[in-house]
């Protein structure tokens, strides 16, 4: 206790230092805390936006249909396995779709996509694509063959609201064949693969011109939370034997690898700006021990020892830690908290960019709680061993030479 007190007053008896030592410890600790913020905040978008537009938390299919995603492995009974899928627990969404790839065509130009036939407010309950209408009308009722499209595909087409396009595909004879569309609606996500590569029609209309009355390829499923992905999947794939049921990370691989790389560019950013603490700290604290030369030598003259002029050393470096981590902390959090309501909007900067790789142009920054703990465990390991090689400095000093400096 005697030691912890010696070492409190001695951090403040050079105020400035110790203050710029804090200053530098709160404002890597708020740097670290807002870039990894920001990176999980890029990570959340990426992954929302999948989840939410493209592959959902889970998918049933004929045990066939991924593996060439051909047409003719349907479900059957599909609209009963999308009930008796919806009675399960946490399930909060299901919408049974039929999927068909093909060319759509218009008087300017061709492309290749996806049409997706859906039942619009199933689709709507799930990925909330009607929620991202620009213009028209999200598949209305009582008009025939209508198709809402992606307001980037619409440009590249040149085609606009009551446009006739022609999607020509293969059917389930194995007969390539075409049906005219008129352009109800348009939308816009931030996910321009997405918005270019697919369009929604309602699914009697693609069913009929398909040649299958009641077909559908898919069943997307969204849960209450991700986390219940697996357990949900295992109860479905007990419940329905012969299916293929996968999770949100088994459809799409690359949403762990972004993850992973998020999870570890966190990390390599906490090590970088935790090395940089390191040599301040150490800078600084060798600059204290060699202006105390004198002091240490008459401490160590009237019977301290060197393990206890050692610990004085660690524990002034560890209180400066014990100081400016908290106050870096609150800092940081504050910040994650505003923006991670109002969020960052980098759509001046980088909106087209971030798009293009399924982000939205506003980042809502968030922090899990333990990488505070993470964070503080790591700022107290730093200043270990930046005091390491100061307080070395400080036990090998012999009192009588120490005494003799001025």
């Known amino acids: 206790m005697m030691l912890l007190k010696i070492a ?26 807002f ?25 049933v299919h004929h045990p066939e249909y991924l593996t ?7 479900l059957t009974r599909a609209d009963s396995l999308a009930e008796l899928v919806a009675a399960e627990p946490g399930v909060t969404a ?14 300017r130009g061709s492309r290749g996509l996806r049409v997706r036939g859906v039942d619009p407010a199933e689709e709507a309950a799930l990925s909330q694509l009607d929620r991202k209408l620009v213009e028209g009308a999200y598949l209305p009722e009582g008009q025939r063959n209508a198709l809402y499209l992606g307001r980037k595909l619409a440009d590249r087409l040149g085609v606009r609201l009551r446009s006739r396009v022609v999607f020509t595909f293969q059917d389930l004879e194995g007969n390539i064949t075409s049906a005219a569309f008129r352009v109800a609606g348009l939308f816009d996500v931030e996910n321009n693969g997405f918005e ?9 209309d693609l069913n009929r011109v398909l040649g299958r009355p009641g077909a559908a ?10 986390a219940l992905a697996d357990t949900v999947a295992t109860r ?12 949100y990370m088994q459809l799409s691989p690359e949403i762990r690898l972004f993850e992973s790389q998020i999870s570890a560019s966190v990390y390599i950013i906490m090590a970088i700006v935790m090395l940089g603490l390191v040599f301040g700290i150490v800078n600084t604290m060798l600059m204290a021990v060699l202006e105390r030369v004198r002091e240490l030598g008459m401490l160590m003259a009237i019977g301290m020892n060197r393990p206890r002029v050692f610990g004085m050393i660690v524990l002034e470096t560890l209180l400066l830690g014990l100081v400016g981590a908290p106050l870096g902390m609150a800092l940081g959090a504050g910040m994650i908290r505003w923006y991670g309501r109002h969020g960052l909007d980098l759509s001046a900067y980088a909106g087209e960019g971030l798009s293009e790789f399924g982000m939205s142009a506003v980042i809502f920054p968030d922090v899990y709680p333990g990488m505070y703990v993470e964070l503080a465990a790591a700022v107290l390991v730093t200043a270990v061993l930046g005091s390491l090689y100061p307080a070395w400095k400080a036990v090998r000093l012999r009192p009588v030479e120490a005494l003799r400096k001025l």
């Open 8 to 33: 409190w007053r001695n951090i403040w008896r050079s105020p400035v230092r110790s203050g710029v030592v804090m200053a530098a410890i709160a404002l890597g600790v708020w740097a670290v805390i």
């Open 35 to 59: 870039l990894m913020g920001f990176s999980i905040g890029m990570a959340n978008s990426y992954v929302d936006s999948a989840i939410r537009l493209e592959v959902a938390h889970l998918q």
């Open 68 to 74: 060439d995603r051909d047409v003719h492995f349907v």
């Open 94 to 107: 299901v919408s049974v779709r039929t999927l068909v790839d093909g060319m759509l065509s218009s008087a």
């Open 196 to 204: 270019e590569g697919t369009a929604l029609a309602r699914r009697e």
């Open 217 to 226: 390829h898919e069943i997307a499923v969204m849960l209450e939370d991700a």
């Open 236 to 247: 479905l794939r007990n419940r329905l034997p012969g299916l293929d049921v996968q999770t």
